[in-house]
């Protein structure tokens, strides 16, 4: 009986609102009724996206070894605490503060004054939330390709450090709408990046990048010869949870950065679905005929190639656009992940490939495949395929550019400051040993289990 009354009441309740609606429009209240759809609907965008830090965790984890999870786990919690309050201290004055010759917003601190924000009527709590998980992704992505060797203290360092200025910075030049990648045009072609290949996942990638580079590949990644050897993860179920929970929460990441409840959402959901599809289908076809078998974290993160390559251009591109970009981004993760091992950069999960290389994909992308007939409003042109002419294309890789030198310089100045004073990377034997039991004192499945640290 409580759970019929309790469907009754919840069927009721929806009927009443429902009615409501028309009866709100009719008194002048249809914008007020838009106004809290807005809302609503961008803090469930944002929910979504908080749950991406669980996938990040899942993938990371299941890619690299046993004795390392619970350090995989830590590295991903500390992101979002750290990350939520140094976002909330310094981060989004500087992203969206008041303007400050283009660079840095310079007040609103403490989520105190004024802020620049899209769409009409979302409040500032609405907005904040919504970014701060975004900030989040940006510098989790970086844990993956730093894993099985960083101090967690230097890592607590570089996760306050991204969160509060470098990637702050990146936001502010683009999505503050007076900043130095909003104000840039070529004839009537902008820069565009719907919802962040480029000023969330190439952020996160390029740090990544720098981190592998100044840490140096794990103990044994190589041979006497350079060559790399396979160091494979422990869980694929890990992997494949992490893909899919990843994937939801996209749905959050692309339709929820149209900052409305309108009819682009269902566009943007459409596209990141065929994108990620596509991604995953090109990157296991190509991995299975390079190897002979299907690599399945390497389709995996062929899907998420195909979501952060449709990113940028979720908004704007069509869905047969979507479909090809997603395919050739997992084209790209496979061939650019091989390279990354030949030049010795060490990256367990392919966090450089996935998020660097084909975030500047994406971005690209845009200036081959948007249709500016019907886009969202701020794209000013259509691509090379669509009659656009090369002016979108070449502006979009001048933001890459610019985008690349800011983060591969602050924190290349962070991790090599870091490196000369508090140290960067753990001791051999603690390598060997397992982070979890040197940097947390307790292995990530505990002194009972059959499963191996090794």
């Known amino acids: 009986m409580k759970r019929k009354f309790g469907i009754g009441a919840l069927i009721a309740a929806v009927t009443v609102l429902i009615g409501a609606v028309p009866a709100a429009a009719q008194d002048g209240g249809a914008e007020a009724v838009q106004v809290v759809l807005d809302n609503l609907w961008v803090f469930i965008a944002g929910i979504l996206v908080f749950l991406m830090q669980a996938g990040f965790g899942m993938v990371e984890a299941g890619m690299t070894r046993a004795k390392n999870v619970g350090n995989i786990m830590a590295k991903n919690l500390a992101d979002m605490c750290i990350g939520a309050l140094a976002f909330f201290a310094f981060g ?9 010759a283009s660079l840095i917003g310079t007040d609103g601190f403490f989520l105190s004054g004024t802020f620049t924000t899209f769409g009409d009527g979302l409040s500032t709590p609405t907005f904040f939330f919504f970014q701060v998980v975004f900030a989040a992704t940006a510098v989790t992505i970086a844990s993956g390709a730093m894993a099985e060797r960083t101090k967690f203290t230097a890592y607590l360092v570089f996760s306050f450090f991204m969160t509060a200025l470098i990637y702050p910075v990146v936001v502010h030049s683009f999505w503050h709408g007076d900043g130095l990648l909003s104000d840039l045009k070529i004839g009537d072609a902008r820069f565009g990046d719907f919802a962040g290949s480029t000023i969330v996942h190439s ?6 990048l720098m981190g592998a580079i100044f840490l140096g590949p794990r103990i044994g990644k190589y041979d006497e010869n350079g060559n790399p050897r396979a160091m494979p993860g422990h869980n694929i179920a890990f ?15 692309n339709p929820g950065s149209e900052l409305a409840a309108d009819d682009f959402v269902m566009r943007a959901a459409v596209t990141t679905l065929l994108a990620a599809a596509a991604g995953g289908v090109t990157a296991g076809t190509v991995i299975w005929r390079k190897a002979g078998k299907l690599d399945v974290a390497m389709t995996g993160n062929g899907v998420l190639a195909g979501l952060v390559g449709i990113t940028a251009g979720t908004g704007t591109m069509n869905p047969l656009g979507a479909v090809v970009t997603g395919a050739i981004a997992g084209v790209i993760v496979v061939y650019s ?3 990354f091992d030949r030049v010795r950069i060490d990256d367990p999960v392919g966090a450089i ?9 994406g971005t690209l992308a845009v200036g081959l495949f948007s249709r500016y007939d019907d886009a ?12 656009g002419g090369i002016d979108q294309l070449v502006v979009q890789l001048i933001g890459v550019v610019l985008v690349f030198v800011w983060v591969t310089v602050t924190t290349g100045i962070l991790f090599a400051v870091m490196k000369k004073t508090m140290g960067l990377r753990v001791s051999r034997e603690e390598e060997i040993g397992g982070l979890d039991l040197h940097e947390h004192g307790v292995p990530g499945y505990g002194p009972d289990t059959s499963v191996s640290v090794g």
């Open 92 to 100: 989004y004055g500087i992203a969206f503060g008041t303007d400050g």
């Open 203 to 208: 952020t996160g990638g390029w740090a990544a």
């Open 239 to 253: 992997v494949v949870l992490g893909v899919f929970i990843l994937w939801f929460g996209w749905f959050g990441f």
């Open 337 to 339: 992940v091989l390279f």
């Open 353 to 361: 490939s996935v998020h660097g290389v084909c975030g500047v994909w």
């Open 376 to 387: 969202f409003v701020g794209q000013d042109n259509a691509g090379l395929f669509y009659g």
